[in-house]
C-alpha cells in the first residue's frame, strides 16, 4: 500500500497498523498525535511527546519550516537529520496533510541510516579489502560496490550500480552456477557459499569464491567475491599427489613380486634363443620386445613410488627441444604431422634441472601430442618468456582434443583412453615437473587440440652449483 492511494483521513489507523516503516501522525505544532510500533521502537517517543524532541538541532529549521508550509503544499518529502540510539542519522520522511483531521503524517524511511550503519560497519573492511563487495537490495538492486571488480572482472565498478546482482551472477558458466537456485537459497537460509570457475578476458581461467549472506535487519545482501584460484590449484595438485603414493604403494608391492619372474622368463629366452631356428628366433625376438616393453612399464611404476633422487644441472633449453624434436622427427614425418618449432625467448635461456628426466617429460608431451593427431596435424613447440623471470615451453597440437571430464583426470595414474597407452606417461610428467620446480598446465577443446604449458625458472647461467644444491633435490 502506498502513501498517496490511501483514504488517510478514514484509515489512519488502519494506516498506523500497515505500514512497515516508522510512521507519526502530528498535528501543526508537531505534537505526536498517534505513532506505530515501529516508530516508537525506533525513536523512543510515542503519543504526547513532540517530533523535535528527536530531530537533531541542524534539521530543526527544515522541520519547522515544514509544518508551516504543510497545509498548502499538502505533500512534502524533507531529508532531515534525526537523534537514534544516541547518533545522529539523515533520515527520509514523506509528508502528507489530512485536511480533514488537520494532521499531518510522518512516514520515515530508514534505508538511509541503514545505509550509514553499513558503511561505518563494513566502510573500511569495505574499500581496503582484497575481495570484491557488494550490497544489493531485496530485489537484487546493486546499491554500493567496492572497485575490485576492475581486478577480479577487468570491467569498472560504476558499470555494476544501479544493475541487478544477475550481471556479476552471468560472468559465471551457468553450467555451474544456477543464479535462480543461488537466489533461492539465500532468501530461504540467509546464505550461500560456492567456488566458480570464470575465464578470465585475459583466457587464463580463474577460480572465484562468492559467499552471500543477507542481512535481516537491513534486508540488504551482501556478497563478497575472493579469488580463489591458487587455492583451489593447490588442492587439485594435492588431490593428485594423494593419488600418486597410494599408486605409488601399491606399484611397489607389485613391481617388486613381477620383477623376479621375469629375469627368470628374461633368462630362459636368452637361452632357447642360443639354439634356435629362423623360425622360432622371429618368436623369441617378439617375447624378448614384450618382455622389455614389461620392465619398461615396471620402472615407471617405480619412478612413482620411489622419492626421486638425482643430480641437476644448469642445461640450455633451446638445445635440449632442438634434441628432443631430432628424435621425434621421423615419426612425426613418416605420420604426416608438421613440426613447428618458435623460440620466442630471446637469447640462451638455461634451466637448473636434471635433464634426462627433462627429455622424458617432453618426448611423453610430445608422443602424447602426435597420437591425439591423424595425418596433416601441426605439433607446435615453442618457449616463451613469463613473468620476470621464467620460462614456459609450450607443447600444443592440433588433435582430438579432450573433453571437460577426462581433463581432471588425465593426471591420475593409469587414466587412458587409448588401447595399448598405459596411463602412467601424464602422472610421471606431473611429478618430474614439479619435483624440478616448476608447474604444468592444460587447455583442451575437442576437436581443436590440446595445449600443455610447462612454466620453469630461468636459471642464471653462470652459476656454480653447490654439492649441497645438488643433494637438496631430493624429494619425498
Ligand atoms: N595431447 C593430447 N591430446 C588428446 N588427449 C590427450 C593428450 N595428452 C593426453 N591425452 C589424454 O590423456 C590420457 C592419458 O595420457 P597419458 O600420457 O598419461 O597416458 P597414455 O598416453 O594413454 O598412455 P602412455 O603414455 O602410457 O602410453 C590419454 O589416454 C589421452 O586420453
Ligand atoms: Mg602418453
Known sequence: MTLEKTQLNEDIQFLLKDVNKPLAVVDLSGTIYKANHRFIESFGIGQQSNIRDVIAEQSLLTM?????????????????????????????VSVLYDETASKVIMLFD??????????????????????????????????????????????????????TIDHVLELFSEKTLKIEKFKQQIAEEGHIETIQQYIHPSEHIRYYKIASFKDDETNLILTKITDFTEKTM?????????????????????????????????????????????????????????????????????????PSSFEKEII???????????????????????????????????????????????????????????????????????????????????????????????????????????????????????????TISVTSELGKGTKFILSFPIAEKDKTITEEEKKKFVTK
Open 64 to 92: 519547522n519550516d515544514m509544518l508551516k508550509q504543510i497545509s498548502d503544499k499538502k505533500r512534502m518529502t524533507v531529508e532531515i537529520q534525526m537523534k537514534l540510539h544516541k547518533d545522529q542519522c539523515c533520515v527520509k
Open 234 to 306: 593447490l588442492k587439485q595438485q594435492l588431490a593428485h599427489k594423494g593419488s600418486l603414493l597410494e599408486v605409488g604403494q601399491l606399484a611397489a608391492s607389485i613391481a617388486h613380486e613381477i620383477r623376479n619372474p621375469i629375469t627368470t622368463l628374461k633368462g630362459f629366452t636368452q637361452l632357447l634363443k642360443a639354439t634356435a631356428n629362423d623360425e622360432t628366433l622371429k618368436y623369441l625376438n617378439v617375447i624378448d620386445d614384450e618382455i622389455q616393453r614389461m620392465e619398461l612399464i615396471l620402472s615407471e611404476m617405480l619412478f612413482l613410488s620411489k
Open 316 to 438: 640450455s633449453v633451446h638445445t635440449l627441444l632442438s634434441d628432443i624434436i631430432r628424435v621425434i622427427y621421423p615419426k612425426a614425418t613418416l605420420e604426416s604431422i608438421m613440426i613447428v618449432q618458435d623460440f620466442e625467448f630471446e637469447g640462451e635461456p638455461s634451466l637448473f634441472a636434471e635433464e634426462g628426466k627433462l627429455k622424458q617429460v617432453l618426448l611423453n608431451l610430445l608422443k602424447n601430442g602426435l597420437e591425439a593427431m591423424q595425418p596433416g596435424g601441426t605439433l607446435s613447440i615453442y618457449t616463451k618468456k613469463s613473468g620476470q623471470n621464467k620460462i614456459n615451453i609450450v607443447i600444443e597440437d592440433t588433435g582430438k582434443g579432450i573433453d571437460e571430464n577426462h581433463l581432471k583426470q588425465i593426471f591420475m595414474p593409469y587414466f587412458t583412453t587409448r588401447s595399448s597407452g598405459t596411463g602412467l606417461g601424464l602422472p610421471f610428467v606431473l611429478k618430474t615437473v614439479e619435483d624440478q620446480g616448476g
Open 110 to 163: 530508514l534505508s538511509l541510516i541503514n545505509k550509514k550503519r553499513l558503511d561505518i560497519h563494513w566502510g573500511s573492511a569495505f574499500i581496503q579489502s582484497d575481495s570484491l563487495f557488494i550490497i544489493s537490495d531485496q530485489e537484487g538492486i546493486i546499491k554500493d560496490m567496492n572497485e575490485l571488480s576492475i581486478e577480479l572482472f577487468d570491467i569498472s565498478h560504476e558499470y555494476f550500480i544501479g544493475k
